[in-house]
């Protein structure tokens, strides 16, 4: 089975910039698309970046483009979530997923694991 880690979440101000770390273990072998889902009181789960692992092609949500970044580093089987000028908006608690497909989809019922999430919190 697979595990995901998440790190990184905290309390900041709007504008600040925080990165979140997902660091899978276990039969990380069959793992090919990365991705960040947000969820915040009484709201569904959301989509917010993800990500090839092989060949490194991203995809964002609207809400985070040009603002949010997702890369990986593959010596470190990590993945990161690079969070700049961050707004109220943003506040929810942030999961790491993972699914076996290549194919980048925006669905959460799309992938089968998770982590166990990382709570950001921004201020105004």
Do not use: H
């Amino acid at each position: 089975q697979v595990q995901l880690v998440e790190s990184g979440g905290g309390l900041v101000q709007a504008g600040d910039s925080l990165r979140l770390s997902c660091a899978p273990s276990g039969r990380t072998f069959s793992i090919s698309t990365m991705a960040w889902f947000r969820q915040a009181p009484g709201k569904e789960r959301e989509f917010v970046a993800g990500i090839s692992w092989s060949i490194g092609d991203t995809y964002y949500a609207d809400a985070v483009k040009g603002r949010f970044t997702i890369s990986r580093d593959n010596a470190k089987n990590t993945v990161y979530l690079q969070m700049n000028s961050l707004i109220p908006e943003d506040t929810a608690v942030y999961f790491c997923s993972a699914r076996s497909s290549r194919v980048l989809t925006t669905s959460s019922l799309s992938y089968g694991y998770w982590g166990q999430g990382t709570q950001v919190t921004v201020s105004s």
